[in-house]
């Protein structure tokens, strides 16, 4: 329509939440017997007055509700004892698969059987990481044979160290196991269940962890039915989780037979509150028949439906909840195994707040030093070496697994490589290539060979030329009396003496080819060393604003600029998408055009900022929108003092104080804790150090916490 960025942002400002990822409609936002057209007054107001917005409103009107596109099931697979041309109309696609062109209701509806057939990328994770524990420690795993009390894999997920482990990668999951503190298998079994809409509608999440650990005590639904709900709900503390239990709830309190509890378990698996309100008299009616009171009933309903929008069955939550135990134990006894499988699973995965760069991040917080790729150590994809993980050639940028295989099998066959000259004469043709031989001089894979990445790539060129020009005559057999294909010894290649340059470029230069080819900085980062002065300033770090800064926060960040990309609407005003990363992650935040013009001269790829952003979670994929931009004090970088926090006295309280623990308690180090309690007035400000053992190791992802639980400013 013409019409700039910014404009689309400014209606979508005024659009009323989601509610349990739930949108109101427009037509549902001008429609006055809408439940929720009070929410949306000032989206009103603003049709009214702008009609830029009035234009783009009613075409959206136009466009809602009509079909965008096909869509096809990620898992669903028809099966018919007919031939399916016989039965239904299909559909072959572009890129060769056959579809059906009815809905699954209506396949359903035809007596035809539809099956979901998942495939998990952590079965894969899980195989590769039992491969590497064979090969590396020379230990044989069957997880079919792992008990599940093992009390390092509990201490890791109480922790909420769970970053890549199946199904508790999310931030806000981590946040709920440290809560929760799991300690058994049935811990995790519900925590999966739990962490769904429904049960998070009723609170049911925070009931149970709370209740587990004795925060609040174990309360009933209502009054009336604490005595009979008590054999179903006492394993949950009181909670309703599962699907079983809510049939059981059916049958003993409304009379349900086994079928009719089996039908409402149904519709709560597919999601159908229609079904569920039709439901509502029969279930009424039957616990009014046992002696109930409507205000039990009525409590025990608004309780079950939103439970309704994504319940789990216990089979299928206690089916993942064992993926997630054994990735967890792998992860907690054998780190650089896991984390090894977990980086190959995601090596393409190298934009913006892609898992790469997270994982590595989690590596490093873990202690696991994850190694530049090496033409001598790296093979193909990372691998374990000892407790180090060494970068995989494969992910090199022009380096095709052609190429790796290539490198490794002339390893293997002609021995390791002892300098540069020696790797260009043991290599064959596929792999002695100007562009490939660069890429692996950029990405750091000769640096054990003691040259320099400079001095390479300085001689390379040349050095290829003469190294292919040997390999040619020797594939057609054209050498003089004397010549020997192999008799080209220490710093010569094909006869030409290489004369290797022992300078080196300055740290910005090297990292920048690093990133270049390898999509991240591995061996140094330009952060390093000032990542401590950064949390201090910043609300949050890139991960938590990619995972868990809900919709409309406004919070702030530091990073490195990374790329800058100027773009220009259709009116000529300019504006750019700007990627900023820290040790963490990297985002894409939109600078548009009243923000970006002043503050153009300062976006600037290798410059340290500090970014404040707004958040929008209204799509599928959140959109970040950059305010403001600042200049970062990076002169306490190095600061080794404690870690000063301050604290109103009013919320001095114990629940406070457990959660602050708690937080402590998951970043050990040998830093110490200081305490700022104010009060009204400065006179009734108390300081101190925290005793009792509690010292930190002073990281972003400590700060992150302590501004998560505290607020951003309770850093001193």
């Known amino acids: ?383 374990p070496r000892g407790e180090d993980i060494r970068f995989g050639l494969s992910a090199i940028r022009n380096v095709g697994e052609g190429v790796v295989e290539s490198i490794i099998k002339s390893r293997r066959s002609k021995g390791r490589f002892a300098d540069f000259p020696d790797f260009l004469r043991k290599i064959d043709d596929k792999a002695c290539n100007k562009r490939v031989v660069e890429s692996l001089i950029k990405a750091g894979a000769f640096d054990s060979l003691d040259h320099t990445r400079r001095g390479l790539l300085a001689v390379h060129i040349e050095a290829v030329d003469a190294a292919v020009e040997t390999k040619r005559a020797e594939a057609i057999g054209q050498f003089g009396l004397f010549d020997d294909a192999e008799s080209s010894t220490g710093s010569s290649v094909g006869g030409l003496e290489l004369q290797i340059p022992v300078d080196e470029w300055d740290k910005s230069t090297l990292l920048g080819h690093e990133r270049a080819m390898l999509g991240l900085y591995v061996s140094d980062h330009p952060l390093k060393g000032v990542e401590h002065a950064l949390a201090r300033a910043s609300d949050c770090s890139v991960l938590t604003l990619l995972n868990d800064q809900p919709d409309g926060a406004v919070v702030t960040i530091g990073g490195l600029i990374t790329t800058v990309t100027p773009k220009v609407t259709k009116k000529g005003a300019r504006w750019a998408v700007v990627t900023i990363e820290d040790l963490e992650s990297s985002v894409e935040i939109n600078f548009f055009n009243k923000t970006y013009e002043p503050i153009a001269l300062q976006l600037t790829p290798d410059r340290v900022l500090l970014v404040k952003v707004r958040v929008q979670r209204e799509d599928d994929e959140p959109r970040f929108t950059g305010l403001d931009v600042s200049m970062p004090d990076l002169a306490i970088g190095g600061s080794t003092g404690p870690v000063v926090i301050k604290l109103p006295n009013a919320r001095a309280v114990p629940a406070v104080i457990d959660a602050l623990k708690r937080v402590l308690a998951t970043h050990p180090g040998q830093t110490a804790v200081m305490m700022h309690l104010t009060g009204d007035k400065d006179e009734n400000t108390k300081v101190f150090e925290l005793q009792g053992g509690f010292r930190v190791t002073g990281t972003p992802a400590l700060y992150a916490d302590l501004k998560a639980l505290l607020g951003p400013g309770c850093l001193g």
Request: glycine share 8%.
């Open 1 to 383: 329509m013409g019409f700039p960025p910014a404009l689309g942002d400014k209606i979508s400002k005024t659009m009323p939440p989601a509610v349990m990822g739930k949108d109101i409609s427009l037509a549902g936002m001008f429609d006055r017997s809408d439940d929720r057209y009070s929410e949306a007054s000032e989206f009103r107001a603003l049709y009214e007055d702008d009609p830029d917005v009035r234009e783009v409103v009613e075409t959206a009107k136009g466009l809602e509700g009509l079909k965008r596109q096909p869509g096809v099931h990620a898992a669903g697979v028809i099966l018919s004892r007919e031939p399916l041309l016989d039965v239904i109309p299909v559909w072959k696609r572009d890129d060769g698969s056959v579809v059906t062109q009815f809905d699954m209701g209506a396949c359903e509806s035809l007596g035809l059987l539809k099956m979901d057939f998942l495939g998990l990328r952590n079965l894969t994770i899980l195989e590769d990481c039992l491969a590497h524990i064979r090969n590396n420690r020379d230990e044989v795993i069957v997880l079919e044979d792992l008990t599940l009390d093992d009390r390092v894999t509990y201490d890791l997920l109480s922790k909420g160290e769970t970053l890549g482990v199946f199904q508790l990668d999310g931030g806000q999951m981590r946040a709920l196991l440290r809560s929760m503190l799991p300690d058994n298998f049935k811990d995790i079994s519900a925590v999966l269940a739990l962490y769904r809409p429904g049960p998070m509608g009723a609170n049911a999440h925070n009931d149970y962890a709370d209740r587990k650990n004795e925060r609040k005590p174990i309360g009933s639904i209502h009054p009336e039915l604490a005595e009979v709900l008590a054999p179903i709900l006492d394993e949950t503390y009181g909670v309703i989780v599962y699907q079983e239990q809510v049939m059981s709830i059916a049958q003993v309190l409304a009379g349900y037979s086994l079928g009719q509890a089996d039908l409402l378990r149904r519709a709560m698996g597919k999601k159908k509150k229609e079904i569920l309100d039709k439901e509502f008299e029969p279930f009424a009616n039957g616990m009014l028949e046992r002696g109930y009171s409507q205000d039990a009933i009525d409590t025990l309903w608004a309780i079950l439906v939103p439970f309704s929008d994504y319940a789990f069955n216990k089979a299928h939550t206690a089916g993942y909840g064992l993926v997630s135990y054994w990735t967890a134990f792998l992860k907690a006894n054998y780190p650089a195994e896991y984390m090894a499988a977990l980086l190959t699973s995601v090596k393409d995965d190298l934009g913006a707040g892609g898992k790469m760069s997270v994982y590595l991040a989690e590596c490093r917080r873990m202690g696991i030093k994850v190694l530049p790729p090496d033409v001598n150590e790296s093979d193909s994809d990372f691998t």
